[in-house]
C-alpha cells in the first residue's frame, strides 16, 4: 500500500514534469518560429538591398565615364579656342 | 501487486517520455542558437551593407553635380567661342 502511494506519487511528478516539458517545447517553438520568418525578411531586405546598392554602383561608373568624357572635351575645347585666338592674333597683327 | 505493476510500467513510460522531450529541447535550444547566431551576422551584413550604399549614394550624388557643372561649362565654352569667332568674322570682313 506504501509503495503503491509512493509509486502514485512519483508518476504525478513525472507527468507534472512532462507538462512543464511540454510547456518549454511549446515556447521554444514559438520563439523560433519568430526568428524564422524576421530572418526570412531580414534575408530578403538583405538581397534587395544588395541589388539596388550594385545598381546604384553601375550608375556611379556611368557617370564617373561621362565626368571623364566631359573634362576630355573642356581640355579640346580649350585648346581649340586658344589656337583660334593665337591665329587671330597672328592674323590681325 | 497488479496494481504495483502497472504503477511502474507507466512510471517507466513517464520516464522515457521525459527523456524524449528533454531531448527535443536540447535540439530546439541548439537550432535556435544557430539561427540566432545566423540571424546576428544577417543584420550585422545588412547594417555594413546599409552604411556602404549610403556612402555611394552621396559620391553618386557628388558626381552628378560635377557633371552638371562641367555641362554648364562646356556651353559657355561654346558660347564664348562662338561669339569670338563671328567678332573675328566681322572684323575681318
Redesign the interface.
Known amino acids: 500500500m506504501v509503495?503503491?502511494a509512493q509509486?502514485?506519487n512519483?508518476?504525478s511528478a513525472?507527468?507534472y514534469?512532462?507538462e512543464l516539458?511540454?510547456d518549454?517545447?511549446e515556447d521554444?517553438?514559438e520563439?523560433?518560429s519568430l526568428?524564422?520568418r524576421?530572418?526570412r525578411d531580414?534575408?530578403r531586405?538583405?538581397e534587395n538591398?544588395?541589388r539596388?546598392?550594385n545598381q546604384?554602383?553601375e550608375?556611379?561608373e556611368y557617370?564617373?565615364a561621362?565626368?571623364h568624357e566631359?573634362?576630355e572635351?573642356?581640355k579640346v575645347?580649350?585648346c581649340?579656342?586658344l589656337t583660334?585666338?593665337c591665329c587671330?592674333l597672328l592674323?590681325?597683327k
Do not use: A, G, M, P
Request: proline letters at 0%; aromatic letters at 10%.
Open positions: 509503495q503503491n509509486l502514485d512519483e508518476k513525472l507527468t514534469q512532462v516539458l511540454k518549454k517545447i521554444l517553438e520563439t523560433l526568428l524564422q524576421e530572418h531580414k534575408c531586405d538583405f538591398l544588395k539596388l546598392s546604384i554602383k550608375e556611379l557617370y564617373k561621362q565626368l566631359r573634362e572635351l573642356i575645347l580649350d581649340e579656342f583660334f585666338v587671330y592674323c590681325t
